[in-house]
């Protein structure tokens, strides 16, 4: 079946990048459906982080543009999220995911079918 | 503060029917159709429901979603032990350049 598994530092110091990468088995990042990051802080819900199509076309949530890149790897069918400038409001559980995609000829994430179990990442001063 | 508002907490007995309501406006839930996920804590998140009503493969019927207007509501019937978790609503909102929002989570506790 369909897996993905997030993996990456569990800290990450103040002001510096974060950077995860959610490996996917049993499926190809390139055969369609949009593939993204969500978090949860802690004691708070969740917030999404961004989508990304294969083909490129990405979808950012506004308060975290320009700080939040996305990128799918085909050749080790995998995708990845960074986030530069990180202070301790980064600090979260983050989720990988897959999105059903809304639309045929103008696309967009729509429902996270699939999730990663998360990866705990704390962002020190 | 999220943008779409459900109550913190619910609870009811095993057998019985709980309603999870989730409220927002004309740039999400009133435009927009409404998912619901289910999360335990330490696990990874699983759709419910999308398009508002409908079930993945694999999700019991007891599990139902509705929208009227600018909120939705998540029906769980015959409720289950297993079905104590954090309930989350979400909606692609338009007032921002575009952004899936969040409500805020219902813990649901099976007495």
């Known amino acids: 079946q369909v897996q993905l598994q997030e993996s990456g530092p569990g800290l990450v110091k103040s002001s510096e990048t974060l950077s995860l990468t959610c490996a996917v088995s049993g499926y190809s990042v390139s055969s369609g459906y949009y593939w993204g990051w969500t978090r949860q802080p802690p004691g708070k819900g969740l917030e999404w982080i961004g989508s990304i199509f294969h083909g490129g076309n990405s979808y950012y949530k506004p308060s975290l543009k320009g700080r939040a890149t996305i990128s799918v790897d085909t050749s080790r069918n995998h995708f990845s999220l960074k986030l530069n400038s990180v202070t301790a409001a980064d600090t979260a559980i983050y989720y990988c995911?897959?999105?059903?995609?809304?639309?045929?000829?103008?696309?967009?994430?729509?429902?996270?079918?699939?999730w990663g179990q998360g990866t705990m990442v704390t962002v020190s001063s | 503060q999220s943008v779409l508002t459900q109550s913190p907490s619910a609870s009811g007995t095993p057998g019985q029917r709980v309603t999870i309501s989730c409220s927002g406006s004309?740039?999400?839930?009133?435009?927009?159709?409404v998912n619901w996920y289910q999360h335990l804590p330490g696990t990874a998140p699983k759709l419910l429901i999308y398009n508002n009503n409908q079930r993945p493969s694999g999700v019991p019927d007891r599990f139902s979603g509705s929208k009227s207007g600018t909120s939705a509501s998540l029906a769980i019937s015959g409720l289950h032990s297993e079905d104590e978790a954090d309930y989350y609503c979400?909606?692609?909102?338009?007032?921002?350049?575009?952004?899936?929002?969040f409500g805020g989570g219902t813990k649901l506790t099976v007495l």
């Open positions: 995911a897959r999105a059903l995609v809304r639309g045929v000829i103008t696309t967009s994430p729509d429902a996270l079918d699939l």
């Open positions: 979400a909606a692609w909102d338009d007032s921002l350049n575009g952004d899936w929002v």
């Open positions: 004309s740039s999400n839930i009133g435009t927009y159709t």
